[in-house]
């Protein structure tokens, strides 16, 4: 028998190393920066995806349709030195340059015409990459660079967006509003199959958003996935009446919650004799499941001490961390 398993069967725990205890010490420091980080960065790339991309992509769709491109009249050749729009004639430079109307245009390998200042623009700051070869790819690539730059877009996009959200809930607030928003919402509830998915969806988020303060907050733990295995759940509801009858017993709906993103998860229904509850908070419950499980709320650390009320969360492992040499 070695040392370790001597110390073990002794009831004694092994102490750990200065090497070890400085890891742990400097882990411990570390985890809630970077979940922090690791979240939030989740959360800018799902917004980025959903909401500020699609915004992007709109707005360069609806600038690049308004773009001053002129295409030739249907038989010009891009190799002669004029080209004529509506019938009109005009001499091209050897560089391209065309006088239009008082204004300068270039012509693109495509034929087509632009603006000067918007190839100028492209071919001063594209750099070592290939200069585009048609006149919309010179042109989008102008306004992804001068009018959507992201270090502006980013944060006006957002404002746009809250924006939008507050005049949709000042306008859903009014008369007018809820109006509209029920004659909508009843031409949805005819569709066949949208009906069905828009309704569990506005249940989620009526639970979710709703002002009123919610029935069931209970925290509770319940065997998953299976027997000796226990998960944190919150407590939505009472469970279906088919399926208390069938247990002949109460039954809970509850919706257990994925880490290190709690927002997202799945709905059970369990039996009410199979659920523990947990002295604990539901803001308390989502700092477990955000941390992992390595932040539990005080009145449930297992330690063979009594831990004081009012004693702030603290790392499961702290226990090993602790200087005792």
Same mark, same amino acid.
């Given at each position: 028998?070695?040392e370790?398993e001597?110390?073990?069967?002794?009831?004694r725990?092994k102490?750990l190393?200065?090497?070890r205890r400085? +890891?742990l010490r400097?882990?411990?420091i570390?985890?809630?920066?970077?979940?922090?980080? +690791?979240? =939030?960065?989740?959360?800018?790339?799902?917004v980025?995806?959903?909401v500020?991309?699609?915004?992007?992509?709109?707005?360069?769709?609806?600038?690049?349709q308004?773009?001053?491109? /002129?295409?030739?009249?249907?038989?010009?050749d891009?190799?002669?030195?004029?080209v004529?729009?509506?019938?009109?004639?005009y001499?091209v430079a050897?560089?391209g340059?065309i006088?239009?109307?008082?204004k300068?245009?270039?012509?693109t390998?495509?034929?087509?015409?632009i603006?000067?200042?918007v190839?100028h623009?492209?071919?001063?700051?594209?750099?070592?990459d290939?200069?585009p070869?048609?006149? /919309?790819?010179?042109?989008?690539w102008?306004i992804?660079?001068?009018w959507?730059? /992201?270090r502006?877009? +980013?944060p006006l996009f957002?404002?746009?967006f809250l924006l939008i959200l507050?005049l949709l809930g000042? =306008?859903m607030?009014?008369?007018v509003?809820?109006?509209?928003?029920?004659?909508?919402?009843r031409?949805?509830?005819?569709l066949p199959? $949208?009906?069905?998915v828009?309704?569990?969806?506005k249940?989620?988020?009526?639970f979710i958003?709703s002002?009123?303060e919610m029935?069931y907050t209970?925290?509770?733990a319940?065997?998953?996935?299976?027997k000796?295995?226990?998960t944190?759940? =919150? +407590?939505t509801?009472e469970g279906?009446?088919?399926?208390?009858?069938a247990t002949?017993?109460p $039954?809970?709906?509850a919706?257990?919650p994925?880490?290190?993103?709690? =927002?997202?998860?799945f709905? $059970?229904t369990?039996?009410?004799s199979?659920?523990?509850?947990?002295?604990i908070?539901v803001d308390?419950?989502?700092?477990?499941v955000?941390s992992c499980g390595? $932040?539990?709320?005080p009145?449930?650390?297992?330690?063979?001490g009594v831990?004081?009320?009012g004693?702030?969360?603290?790392?499961?492992?702290s226990?090993?961390v602790?200087?005792?040499d």
């Amino acid at each position: 028998m070695n040392e370790y398993e001597l110390e073990k069967a002794m009831g004694r725990k092994k102490r750990l190393g200065p090497f070890r205890r400085a +890891v742990l010490r400097g882990l411990g420091i570390l985890l809630p920066p970077l979940l922090t980080i +690791v979240i =939030f960065l989740w959360i800018a790339h799902t917004v980025g995806m959903y909401v500020l991309d699609p915004m992007e992509r709109a707005t360069r769709s609806v600038l690049t349709q308004m773009a001053d491109i /002129r295409t030739p009249d249907e038989g010009t050749d891009v190799r002669t030195s004029k080209v004529t729009f509506n019938g009109t004639s005009y001499d091209v430079a050897a560089n391209g340059k065309i006088e239009i109307d008082g204004k300068e245009y270039r012509r693109t390998p495509d034929g087509h015409v632009i603006p000067e200042y918007v190839y100028h623009y492209v071919q001063h700051h594209i750099g070592k990459d290939a200069m585009p070869g048609d006149a /919309r790819g010179i042109y989008t690539w102008y306004i992804d660079h001068y009018w959507l730059p /992201r270090r502006y877009v +980013v944060p006006l996009f957002l404002c746009i967006f809250l924006l939008i959200l507050y005049l949709l809930g000042k =306008f859903m607030a009014a008369g007018v509003g809820r109006f509209v928003y029920h004659r909508v919402e009843r031409l949805i509830h005819r569709l066949p199959l $949208v009906s069905n998915v828009y309704s569990s969806i506005k249940q989620v988020t009526d639970f979710i958003f709703s002002e009123r303060e919610m029935q069931y907050t209970r925290v509770v733990a319940i065997e998953y996935p299976r027997k000796g295995i226990w998960t944190l759940a =919150f +407590v939505t509801g009472e469970g279906m009446t088919d399926i208390r009858a069938a247990t002949d017993e109460p $039954v809970v709906s509850a919706f257990v919650p994925h880490s290190p993103m709690p =927002f997202t998860g799945f709905a $059970v229904t369990v039996k009410k004799s199979e659920t523990v509850d947990l002295n604990i908070t539901v803001d308390q419950a989502i700092q477990w499941v955000v941390s992992c499980g390595v $932040v539990i709320p005080p009145p449930k650390i297992a330690d063979e001490g009594v831990v004081p009320a009012g004693t702030k969360p603290q790392l499961a492992l702290s226990g090993a961390v602790r200087d005792d040499d």
